[in-house]
């Protein structure tokens, strides 16, 4: 199991690279047969450096997701995130809502995660989200900390234009 520190990427590094050393992908519903297209890019936004996401997203042929995800350490490896409440993002974006989901060691399939949404307003502000709000999605274990993998921003639901753009991801107390 791989050490947690509070950052989870600063956009100080690389891209695609975050602080954890893992790197962020871009993934669509086009895995599953959807048509929800989109890029994810550095860019400055606002007047700060960040990770944008922008694309459409489509509900045609059962889709209906576009997402920018990332392993919480290389490799895919869990790590232990029970010190921490809950997980900053630093957003802007265009008035919509998003979610992040978590996935744990426990989600076997694609299509399981813990939800919470949260609405990326056009001005950048940090929006913390607790661990004990988090909503269990297609599964029925807990949420298990100690066994925390991968998180994704995510644009899903309905018919809409996405555009995220996100400074920075850290857990906090």
Do not use: C
Not at 28 to 40: L, N
Not at 47 to 64: T, Y
Not at 69 to 92: C, F
């Amino acid at each position: 199991m791989a050490a947690t520190f509070p950052v989870i990427d600063d956009l100080s590094r690389p891209h695609p690279e975050a602080a954890t050393g893992a790197a962020w992908e871009l993934v669509s519903d086009r895995v599953m047969g959807g048509v929800s297209g989109g890029t994810m890019a550095r860019a400055e936004v606002g007047g700060r450096k960040a990770l944008r996401m922008r694309g459409e997203v489509s509900l045609e042929n059962n889709g209906g997701f576009l997402q920018i995800a990332l392993d919480l350490a290389p490799g895919g490896e869990s790590i232990d995130a029970r010190g921490w409440r809950g997980i900053e993002l630093e957003v802007l974006g265009n008035g919509e809502e998003y979610n992040l989901h978590l996935r744990t060691d426990d989600v076997a399939r694609p299509w399981q995660s813990y939800r919470q949404s949260f609405v990326a307003d056009p001005v950048w502000k940090s929006v913390r989200l607790d661990f004990a709000d988090f909503t269990p999605h297609r599964l029925e274990a807990p949420l298990n900390l100690k066994k925390l993998r991968r998180i994704g921003l995510v644009a899903i639901g309905r018919a809409f234009t996405a555009d995220l753009a996100v400074a920075g991801v850290r857990f906090y107390a």
